[in-house]
């Protein structure tokens, strides 16, 4: 039981304009702003990090804005939706919510006994709020228009979409832990039974579906969590012993990461628990400062002045 997936660890996806972004995802849904910190390798654009009160893994959404990206498309060989979990009765205050900020969302539905509400974000990336069947006892970042009573815990589920399945499964099911839990029309839902939250993963087989295009308002890549970096090396070692390409361990500052593009097209990451959110700033400061990794700190003043503001 030593080496184990622990569910999601983040989902990291592209943005147009930061400012609008940022207002969506803290003001409409209400997520703490855990991390404002630049793209790596390209320092005069952002990389945001939103997640629950502590920035736990499995609640943590990433987005690289860019200003003036051209539109993603969905299709396979992508994420094609994410799922929030959300507490019961609360899915009417988000339907009015929606509304009130003029989201586009569809009626309250229901898939594998579970309700759920489906909207997009500005930028178009789809997701679903879900009342989980079991409740959800993450603690969840508390606004002054969202109590915890209606809050966004953390990942419920991420949706990939294929032509296909059999192989994404394989990796799933061979390598990540996961197990088939349930099937209904296209649509396979795996889950671990490592954690009680984050840990679903819904697989669609799609036939005839054209391949998608990974732009703006699309998901970049998901990652799965696991404790620390010898539990990384470990999974290097399977992954790589399967045939696929994985890199070599990529420090992140806030995780440790390695990354393959799982055989339906999508790139997986696996992220350690360590060092964590608040290697740079306590808990109650989170997402205040713009963090710079240390080769770039040297030139804040012009960073500064290049990134988009936010107020
Ligand atoms: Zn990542």
Redesign the pocket.
Known sequence: MENQILGLH?I?AIAGKAKTNYDFYTKVLGLRFIKKTVNFDDPNTYHFYYGNEQGEPGTIL?FFPWEGIQSGRRGTRQVTEIGYSVPAGSLEFWQKRLDDHHVIYNKVSEKFGEQYLTFLDPDGLKFELTVAKIEDERTPWTTEAISASNAIRGFHHVTITSNKIEKTAEVLTEILGYHLQEKAVNRSRFVTDTVNQAAIVDLVEAPGEAAGHVAGGSVH?V?FRVKDEATLMYYRDIIAARGLNITEKIDRNYFY?LYFREPGGVLF?I?TDNPGFMIDEAQAELGTHLMLPEQYEEHRSEIEQILPKLD
């Open positions: 983040h990291t990433t890549h990652a990461s990451e992220a």
